[in-house]
C-alpha cells in the first residue's frame, strides 16, 4: 500500500500560480503511476495530468495543457502539479492517484487540496 498526502491548495487570483505536491509513503514509490484528478463542486471528478512511473510520458486534460505541468520526484517519493494562469474555473479539490503495476485503476488516493481561484 502507499499513503498520500496533499498539499499546497490555497485561494488565489485569476492568472496566479501555485504548486500542488504530493507526498507518498509506504512502497516503493517509483512503482505507481501518479496522477492529479480535480472535482469541481457539483461535477464529476475528472483527471487533469498523469505521469509515468519513470516520468518519462504524461497526459494533461485539453483545457489545463500549456498551463499546467506534472512532474516526479522518486528519489522524495513526491508528486507536483504546477499550475501556472489558473483560472476560476480550475477552483476544485485537487486529489493525487496512484495506479500500481499492471492495473488500470487508481487504488490509492489522497485526502485532497482546495483550490480556489477567484476573478
Known amino acids: 500500500q502507499v499513503q498520500l498526502v496533499e498539499s499546497g491548495g490555497q485561494a488565489v487570483q485569476a492568472g496566479d500560480s501555485l504548486r500542488l505536491s504530493c507526498a507518498a509513503s509506504?512502497?516503493?514509490?517509483?512503482?505507481?503511476?501518479m496522477a492529479w484528478f480535480r472535482q469541481a463542486p457539483g461535477k464529476e471528478r475528472e483527471a487533469v495530468a498523469t505521469?509515468?512511473?519513470?516520468?518519462?510520458?504524461?497526459y494533461y486534460l485539453d483545457s489545463v495543457k500549456g498551463r499546467f505541468t506534472i512532474s516526479r520526484d522518486n528519489a522524495k517519493s513526491t508528486v507536483y502539479l504546477q499550475m501556472n494562469s489558473l483560472k476560476p474555473e480550475d477552483t476544485a479539490v485537487y486529489y493525487c492517484a496512484a495506479q500500481n503495476v499492471g492495473r488500470v485503476d487508481y487504488s490509492y488516493w489522497g485526502q485532497g487540496t482546495h483550490v480556489t481561484v477567484s476573478s
Open positions: 509506504g512502497r516503493t514509490f517509483s512503482m505507481y503511476s
Open positions: 505521469i509515468s512511473r519513470s516520468g518519462t510520458r504524461t
